[in-house]
Structure formats: C-alpha cells, structure tokens
Nanobody, 123 residues
C-alpha cells in the first residue's frame, strides 16, 4: 500500500557533506510527520531529525547545526542534508513516515519505514 525508498548515502571523508532523500509512494494524500533515524552497529536506533507537515522541525543534539531536514509535501519526499560529517555519524539511516493519510481511507496509517541506507564517514 505504502512504500518508502531511500536514496543517497555512501562513503565520505570527515568534514564532508552528503545528502539523503526518501520518497513515499502509494495513494497518499498527506503525511503528518516524516523524518530520519539512524542505527550504529550494536546500538539502538536513534532519532536524527523529523519534520511535520506544517514545517516544524526537531533535531537531535548531536546533529544540530550540521544537518538540515526538508520536505516536498506535494511529492511526499523528505530530504536530509548532512554537512560537517564526523566519523560518529557513521550508521544506517532509515527514513520513516508517521500518520499517513490515504485518499478515501480513514483513519491514517501508522509508521512506515524505509529499507535503510548506509552512511560511512572516514576519519
């Protein structure tokens, strides 16, 4: 019904930049919140940033001032621009969408996840 596909990721040197984006497909009218989590090896998944349909953003303290989240609400795409990358940013990054409103369907769907994309920052 709904699918999230991530693009971007890869290998970058410390101090460099990388961009991710995630497209949600399906008969989607709107999505309340879209965002990004990441998971380092052996650690729990942690929230990186999210953005509401109205444009409110939240960032984890570890990425504030370095990462920027944005959305294209018409196309149901969420972006994550990552600057000044550090080796500790190395992780698998997952996009998610919460409270997905489909055409002709109520109530909204719950959380959907992308498949994850690897980001590796070398020192």
């Amino acid at each position: 019904q709904v699918q999230l596909v991530e693009y971007g990721g890869g290998l970058v040197q410390a101090g460099g930049s990388l961009g991710l984006h995630c497209a949600a497909s399906g008969t989607i009218y709107s999505i309340d919140t879209m965002g990004w989590y990441r998971q380092r090896p052996g650690e729990q998944r942690e929230l990186v940033a999210d953005m509401t349909l109205g444009g409110l953003t939240m960032y984890s303290d570890s990425v504030k001032g370095r990462f920027t989240i944005s959305r294209d609400n018409a196309k149901n795409i969420v972006f994550l621009q990552m600057n000044s990358l550090k080796p500790e940013d190395t992780a698998v990054y997952y996009c998610y969408a919460d409270r997905i409103h489909l055409y002709g369907a109520t109530p909204p769907l719950g959380v959907y996840w992308g498949q994850g994309t690897q980001v590796t920052v070398s020192s």
